[in-house]
């Protein structure tokens, strides 16, 4: 098996778990965990893409793994956001229970 | 493959297991560092140091702290009694065990056809940034203004509303 091949084995491996993660837990806080769990199993499979590249001096996979990382970074401030004010107005976090779009 | 790789991906993984199957939200928030720091150590052995240490800096500094905050703030700490997981969990796993196999399939299938081991790439931090202010510098900018509008966003969207209320 090549280099490659493994750590794209890793990386999908990490996608499952995160898309397990976010499927299968109650806690609004958890199911973000499980999804930042899937964006870094993307990046690693970028990065690694990148690193057995024909032409890494290109940058491009390098590029989309540090602009993937800042979006991340925006998403876990706006979703963890989101997650204290419903909390603030429902006095949960438990997806079960969150069954209103009305305040 | 070098035992290095194995060692890593072995403590990502078991930081991302831990992190999705732990009954305590604290625990999880704490293996969900393991599996970055697992991560930005893989980065490190596919020699994009840049990367990994913006992983360390990004995910384990900013991402990690922000979910501990948040769940101090929702009392998110307290094990529900009615379990962690929802009714339909069976069906999330099924999900999730398909997508593995479809991608683990995918990745093995052409496997033969990847690269093999390809010369160590001589980038440095300084290539990194010329080319972010050259050649990426629209993203960049753009980037830039996604980070201010979704900080200025989540501090309005979690604010206290106590004027509205009276």
Redesign the interface.
């Given at each position: 098996?090549?280099?490659?091949?493994?750590?794209?084995?890793?990386a999908?491996?990490?996608?499952?778990?995160?898309?397990?993660?976010?499927?299968?837990?109650?806690?609004a806080?958890?199911v973000?965990?499980?999804i930042?769990?899937m964006l870094?199993a993307a990046?690693?499979n970028l990065?690694?893409f990148?690193?057995?590249?024909?032409h890494?001096?290109a940058?491009t996979g390098?590029?989309f793994?540090?602009?993937s990382?800042?979006?991340?970074?925006?998403?876990?401030?706006?979703g963890?956001?989101?997650?204290?004010?419903i909390?603030?107005h429902a006095h949960t976090?438990?997806?079960?229970h969150m069954n209103r779009m009305k305040g | 493959?070098s035992l290095v790789?194995y060692l890593l991906?072995a403590l990502?993984?078991a930081g991302?297991?831990s992190?999705?199957l732990l009954k305590n939200?604290v625990h999880?928030?704490l293996a969900?560092t393991v599996?970055?720091a697992g991560?930005a150590l893989?980065?490190l052995e596919?020699?994009?140091q840049?990367?990994g240490f913006?992983?360390i800096l990004?995910?384990i500094g900013?991402?990690a702290i922000?979910?501990v905050?948040?769940?101090l703030?929702?009392r998110?700490s307290e094990t529900?009694k009615d379990?962690?997981?929802?009714?339909n969990?069976l069906?999330?796993?099924v999900?999730?065990?398909a997508?593995?196999a479809v991608?683990?399939w995918a990745?093995?299938q052409s496997?033969w056809t990847?690269?093999?081991?390809?010369a160590v790439?001589?980038?440095t931090v300084h290539?990194?940034g010329v080319?972010?202010v050259g050649r990426?510098v629209l993203?960049l900018e753009i980037?830039a203004l996604?980070?201010t509008?979704?900080?200025i966003?989540?501090?309005i969207?979690?604010r206290?509303e106590k004027e509205e209320a009276k």
């Open positions: 098996m090549t280099p490659l091949a493994g750590y794209l084995l890793v999908a491996l990490m996608f499952a778990i995160g898309l397990a993660g976010a499927l299968t837990r109650r806690n806080i958890l973000l965990i499980g930042e769990l870094n990046n690693l990065i690694a990148w690193r057995y590249s024909p890494p001096e940058l390098m590029m793994a540090i602009f990382i800042a979006v991340a970074a925006a998403e876990a401030a706006v963890l956001g989101l997650v204290i004010s909390h603030r976090t438990d997806l079960d | 493959m790789f991906s990502a993984v991302a297991l992190a999705v939200t999880c928030a969900l599996a970055f991560l893989l980065f596919l020699d994009a840049f990367a913006a992983q990004v995910y900013a991402v922000l979910i905050f948040a769940i703030l929702t998110g529900p379990g962690v997981y929802s009714r969990w069906a999330g796993l999900i999730a065990a997508v593995f991608l683990g990745v093995l496997a990847l690269p093999h081991e390809t790439p001589a980038v290539d990194i080319a972010l990426y993203p980037v996604l980070l509008a979704a900080t966003g989540a501090v969207v979690a206290h």
